[in-house]
């Protein structure tokens, strides 16, 4: 069951997007057997793509119908994750639907760049500015082979920053590229990603 859409009280404006493939996207994640783990590859991934656009933080994130997993994860040394409420417990790579700019994503299907997101007043107001104290974003959808939008590749910086044309392309490349990767190991043509 989609979730349904949360709202900002003060400014009236959909902060978190209707999401109605989310059920079609669930179940493709778990004929995937991705969603639920880590998976180290993804990890490693996300710390190529941090690192390719300059940025302390990399994600691979895949959204269930309820929440969002990354399974795909680069912090800094002693980083937190970005989107975790500060002093949170539990399992740091789950997230609530709520948090973050990646549920806009999928659901736009267009990559997303925000250089500074207080200067959007729909972004502005997402639980993750104050909590985390993200500043920028950049993400593209990852699009499997069926047309879903699984998640997304995407990067995070705690200071407002210009990712730029040559920033948008890599993100997008490298969403393709890992998509890729993704549908090589499902036709049986590697083991891994």
């Known amino acids: 069951m989609t979730r349904p859409t949360a709202y900002d009280q003060n400014r009236h404006l959909l902060r978190t997007p209707v999401d109605t493939e989310a059920p079609r996207r669930a179940a493709r994640l778990r004929e995937l057997g ?34 969002q997993y990354l399974a795909g994860l680069h912090t800094p040394p002693r980083g937190r994750v970005p989107g975790a409420p500060r002093g949170c417990g539990g399992d740091l790579r789950v997230l609530p639907r709520d948090r973050g700019y990646c549920p ?18 729909r972004f502005a107001g997402n639980p993750i500015v104050d909590e985390s104290g993200i500043r920028a974003y950049l993400g593209a959808p990852l699009l499997d082979r069926t047309g879903l939008a699984l998640g997304t590749v995407s990067v995070v910086d705690l200071e407002p920053r210009s990712w730029g044309k040559e920033g948008l392309a890599a993100i997008k490349k490298a969403a393709y590229v890992l998509a890729a990767r993704i549908q090589r190991r499902e036709d049986g043509l590697t083991a891994g990603f």
């Open 34 to 67: 991705l969603g639920d783990a880590p998976v180290p590859a993804f990890d490693t991934y996300a710390h190529e793509v941090a690192r390719t656009l300059k940025a302390p933080y990399g994600v691979v994130n895949l959204l269930g119908e309820e929440r």
């Open 104 to 121: 806009h994503v999928v659901v736009r299907r267009k990559a997303l760049a925000l250089e500074d997101v207080r200067d959007f007043p």
